[in-house]
């Protein structure tokens, strides 16, 4: 690792944590640094840069660049975003460390809008959502307005907002959690900075894994509904051709929904230095930096095994592997040792049968063992028909939205150009005929492969949901199943999920008495959760709340904040 420049603010007041790994093209979001109504004193800008490349761009901006990092990774190794932002977290001197988009357009107050919410509560995780433009003829980035960006091809624009912040279906993926996020760097070592694990490396990573943690720390996440960034189209903005690490589906890490749902705060891999500096917060920073980077890194990051090991033995991962699934239990390492458990939250366990307590192994193969021996048939049958029936409605779902309705495209004639976006705030600047990639071009050939193209696309994101579904649901109706009875079942027991589809299968598994007759409810937008679960409401009725992880990931921030009133009696399985 060297250090080009070492920042010589004294005590700022935000820590700009800005990444590279030999790829930027553009550094324009330090011009807008430039630009700022607060004090330049009040912040920092840090720059790091994953392999040994010293960015030509970057130097146009050299002197707003405070703190110039080069990790010298080796170029065999793939890019792991986590260990930049824990490079980011050691170097910052400023309270708030901020983690953003080093190719954005940001406002002049953008610094002043950061310093003024943590001014008014420090516990808080902050986000600032983004306008996304997909313009091509704004590429190479050509310094539009602001206007201009949020005009044609502005694809989430929402009359002043993000779609994403109005949205009330599923703001877990409608919002742009990588965009910028914002916290005390004190939290952040407190939670240990952000997690290495191998699943981490490439596209499926971001700051969001902190966020979660956060959350279940205690910190109140924020979304700033006034201040955003924008952004312009480049080449590869969606991380085409990267590696990608277990995901949802929709490019939300798995391993960090998994953390956020069973309550984690530690992350499954924790970087040395971070860990040094917790236990002892005066180190000679000398020590930390030689402490940054773990040399099991240099092999298991290797592009090489990546690309063959992973393809052809996959238990060298599976040794790696921090979190899995096996017949509705969740089993999670830690330390060394392995844990076994249906409801999310094992430590406060309640309402299960006995020999369905949580169970402990040396790894997985024993625990999968444990399992099998503790299931009976019956127990397994159900779970097999329950994986069965979701991927019956999952696949229907998809033969019609994905395949069906899309086969009158292929035979449409050549479309013109349209615009994807809203109109701009403001009308000022002309219009132009754009091209923004949504044109049909080439003859019915193409535009049939395509469409295919289209389709093995909705494919792979079509089994990794499922497979988060089931997986999901596996767990719930198990949980069901083995539901003691003789516990707290004198309360009113309510059951909530987020799909008609659950809810379908929990009735006629309890018409035929394999699980407990109970309530089940759909809280499918943020309106209905937050009726249902607002803290700030006592409810004179006493409930027993069983919460599906799919809902609670969706709506967490709602689901957190009750829980943390403990006004009543929630499960979340």
Request: include cysteine; charged fraction near 25%.
């Amino acid at each position: 690792m060297e250090i080009l420049k070492k920042s010589k603010r004294a005590k700022p007041k935000v820590s700009l944590i800005l990444l590279d790994w030999n790829v930027r093209e553009s550094f324009h979001f330090l011009n807008y640094l430039s630009d700022q109504t607060a004090s330049r004193d009040d912040f920092e800008v840090i720059l790091i840069e994953y392999y040994s490349n010293v960015s030509e761009v970057a130097r146009k901006h050299s002197d707003q660049i405070d703190c110039w990092a080069i990790l010298k990774m080796p170029t065999d190794l793939y890019y792991h975003k986590h260990l930049m932002y824990n490079a980011g977290i050691i170097l910052s001197g400023g309270q708030i460390c901020v983690v953003c988009d080093s190719d954005a357009m940001a406002s002049p107050t953008f610094i002043q809008t950061i310093i003024n919410e943590f001014d008014k509560d420090q516990d808080i995780v902050l986000h600032l959502d983004q306008f996304r433009n997909v313009r091509k003829d704004l590429y190479p980035f050509n310094y539009p307005s602001f206007e201009e960006v949020l005009g044609d091809g502005c694809k989430n624009y929402a009359n002043g907002k993000t779609k994403g912040l109005v949205d009330k279906t599923d703001p877990l993926h409608n919002r742009n959690y990588g965009a910028c996020m914002c916290a005390l760097k004190t939290n952040l070592i407190n939670i240990g900075g952000a997690d290495e694990h191998i699943d981490y490396l490439g596209h499926i990573c971001g700051p969001y894994e902190m966020t979660f943690r956060l959350v279940n720390q205690g910190c109140k996440e924020i979304w700033h509904d006034k201040e955003f960034t924008l952004h312009t189209w480049h080449p590869g903005a969606a991380g085409v051709n990267n590696y990608l690490g277990p995901h949802d589906g929709r490019h939300m890490s798995s391993t960090a929904i998994a953390a956020l749902s069973i309550g984690r705060t530690e992350p499954f891999v924790m970087n040395k230095a971070i860990g040094l500096i917790r236990q002892k917060h005066d180190l000679d920073r000398k020590i930390i930096l030689e402490n940054l980077i773990d040399v099991e890194y240099l092999q298991d990051w290797k592009e090489e095994k990546l690309n063959s090991i992973y393809k052809e033995n996959k238990s060298y991962f599976y040794e790696k592997q921090s979190v899995a699934s096996y017949y509705g239990f969740r089993m999670v390492k830690k330390e060394g040792k392995v844990s076994g458990f249906i409801q999310c939250h094992p430590d406060n366990a309640k309402n299960i049968n006995p020999k369905m307590s949580i169970l402990l192994a040396d790894d997985f193969p024993s625990m999968k063992k444990k399992i099998d021996k503790i299931l009976n048939n019956r127990e397994k049958t159900v779970v097999h028909l329950t994986r069965l029936f979701i991927y019956i409605v999952a696949t229907k779902s998809y033969v019609i939205n994905y395949v069906i309705l899309r086969i009158p495209n292929i035979f449409r004639s050549k479309g013109k150009s349209q615009s994807r976006g809203k109109a701009a705030i403001t009308n000022s600047h002309p219009k132009k005929k754009l091209n923004i990639g949504t044109s049909k071009k080439g003859g019915i050939f193409t535009q049939i492969q395509n469409q295919f193209h289209h389709y093995r696309n909705r494919l792979d994101q079509f089994k990794c949901e499922t497979v988060a579904i089931c997986e999901s649901v596996e767990r719930l109706i198990l949980f069901l199943y083995t539901l003691d009875s003789s516990n707290n079942l004198e309360l009113k027991t309510i059951l909530y999920v987020d799909r008609g589809s659950v809810r379908l299968w929990a009735k006629v598994l309890a018409k035929l008495s394999v699980i407990p007759k109970i309530q089940v409810e759909i809280l499918n937008n943020s309106d209905r959760v937050f009726s249902e679960f607002n803290p700030n409401i006592d409810c004179p009725e006493k409930k027993q709340r069983l919460v599906s992880s799919l809902l609670f990931t969706r709506f967490y921030p709602i689901f957190s904040e009750f829980i943390k009133k403990s006004r009543d009696n929630v499960i979340v399985i």
